[in-house]
């Protein structure tokens, strides 16, 4: 019996204390022997918490158990350990297994990102693209710094939303060439994945900027050209973007060559090509017939990818706007409200132009109010700010308070560059009645907010830029840098001040 037990090499009572995976470290157990793993890892919790076990065996938990895993990973997370705390704010994020909580799932990765180094540049990734879907007031600024800091970190991933917004003119907290260098470098290193997406925006981007660089524009269609050479879906639709890009600002041969191959797309029903000619014929229509041409192909390209809906039914209201048919208004509301439904800020801005103006039928001030507001309040408040400047001081505008509140908010959460571009493309009559509206407020000005640049005006005028020492002054009626100056000037609202609700869209 002693032979025996020597030659199976233990006895039973140690057999059993000896551990499923022996001497292997439980990670590489894991890998090679999950099942023993599993039992050694349920021995571990069975004796107390252990953070490091709890998120193994969270790893090891079958995929269809999600809220076994998750319970494993709050476990590990709670313990203490920095990887189990990552693992269950994925879930929070996702609401696999849990009820999702993308605020709690944000606040974990961004404390994770201060606490470990090693983890920050894909947590920060994480918690920007968590923030920006949320799209909670600030969070498109806040996802545009952590991917920043993503990017700057070594994860390329990040450079993708931020080269997009880059291109669509936004600034991001990161210059175009630092952008694109790092890219660049992405390419270079050839993960597959970036090598395609990262392509798309690395083109857009250097299209963007082509007035920057001589290579730029040459640079982007190649990128373009190379993702079309790829093939699949996202190989077509970049070979559609070159060829709006060609067809908008190529030679006489590239743009009739563009144009054949948009055509072709288009005829074999490829949305993004339906939407592409869609657009540029809406934009610059060939008479009414071109424009309902445009409205065609814009709702049929939604019909067949709803992704588009935001902007495709803003084109299509463009178009009705300017159509001489009889129900073109209506149409046109009908359109604005449909793209502003989809989160369209610049379609809202629309709605208060024609409801304030009458343009697309019948006026209501309250509506242009509450439409101006939205506006203010989507992803895109320049446009809030473009209604806002265009309503302040109107009749419209029966609770200016309210507006100027509403208006200094929105200047203040939009980049520097786009107050500009803005209060450039304003009305001279907007800007004054702008200006008027807070000199009057401050005390400054007694007489009427109408726009209208009158001795009294110009005195306070004067007064501001030399106090203010405001070169633009000399350039131009109300220059961005005033504007700046008389946002800051504004005290900020009281307790008494309050925003209104979101408007109806069928009213």
């Known amino acids: 019996m002693l032979l025996l037990v020597a030659l199976l090499g233990a006895t039973p009572a140690a057999t059993a204390a000896a551990p499923p995976c022996g001497d292997l470290p439980l990670e590489a157990c894991a890998k090679a022997r999950p099942a023993a793993a599993r039992l050694q890892l349920q021995g571990i919790l069975a004796a107390g918490p252990d953070g490091y076990a709890a998120r193994l065996l969270g790893d090891l938990t079958p995929a269809d158990q999600p809220a076994e895993a998750a319970a494993l990973y709050r476990l590990s997370y709670e313990s203490g350990d920095l990887w189990g705390g990552i693992a269950y704010a994925k879930r929070l994020g996702s609401g696999q297994g849990v009820s999702a909580d993308p605020s ?36 498109e600024a806040a996802a545009d710094a952590l991917h920043v800091r993503a990017a700057r970190l070594g994860n390329v991933w990040s450079t993708i939303p931020l080269a997009h917004r880059l291109a669509g003119g936004t600034a991001v907290g990161i210059g175009a060439g630092e952008l694109a260098e790092r890219m660049e470098a992405g390419l270079r290193a050839g993960d597959l994945g970036f090598a395609r997406h990262g392509r798309v925006a690395l083109a857009r981007l250097r299209l963007r ?56 797309w288009a005829g074999e029903g490829l949305a993004p090509a339906l939407f592409a000619l869609g657009r540029i014929e809406a934009q610059r229509p060939d008479g009414e017939r071109g424009r309902m041409r445009a409205v065609r192909r814009l709702e049929a390209a939604m019909a067949k990818d709803p992704s588009l809906q935001a902007y495709g039914w803003y084109l299509v209201g463009d178009a009705w706007r300017e159509s001489r048919r009889a129900d073109g208004a209506a149409r046109a509301r009908r359109a604005y409200v449909r793209a502003a439904e989809n989160g369209n800020g610049w379609a809202e801005m629309r709605l208060a132009e024609g409801r304030a103006f009458g343009s697309l039928g019948g006026t ?108 633009q002054c000399r350039d131009g009626l109300m220059p961005a840098e005033l504007v700046a100056a008389l946002v800051a000037s504004i005290p900020e609202p009281g307790p008494a001040s309050s925003q209104a609700s979101a408007p109806d869209h069928k009213s």
Request: glycine fraction near 8%; charge should be positive.
């Open 364 to 471: 209501s001030p309250r509506l242009a109010r509450l439409h101006a507001e939205r506006a203010a309040r989507s992803a895109t408040p320049e446009a809030g700010l473009a209604a806002l400047l265009m309503l302040q001081g109107t009749p419209h505008d029966a609770s200016g308070r309210r507006l100027l509140d509403q208006a200094a908010a929105t200047l203040r959460a939009v980049p520097a560059e786009r107050v500009a571009e803005i209060v450039a493309s304003a009305s001279d009559n907007g800007r004054v009645r702008f200006a008027q509206a807070v000199w009057q407020e401050r005390g400054l000005y007694d007489g009427p907010v109408d726009g209208l640049a009158t001795r009294r005006t110009m005195r306070v005028f004067a007064s501001e830029c030399r106090r203010l020492r405001i070169a």
């Open 104 to 139: 709690a799932a944000i606040a974990i990765l961004e404390r994770a990102a201060d606490a470990s180094s090693d983890a920050a540049p894909f947590v920060l990734y994480d918690a920007a693209m968590l923030r920006s879907a949320r799209a909670a007031p600030g969070d």
């Open 209 to 264: 900027l082509e007035t920057r660089e001589a290579e730029d524009r040459p640079r982007g269609l190649a990128l373009l050209a190379e993702v079309e050479a790829m093939g699949g879906e996202e190989g077509r639709r970049a070979g559609v973007e070159r060829a709006v890009r060609l067809l908008e600002s190529g030679s006489r041969t590239q743009k009739a060559e563009a144009r054949r191959r948009l055509e072709a």
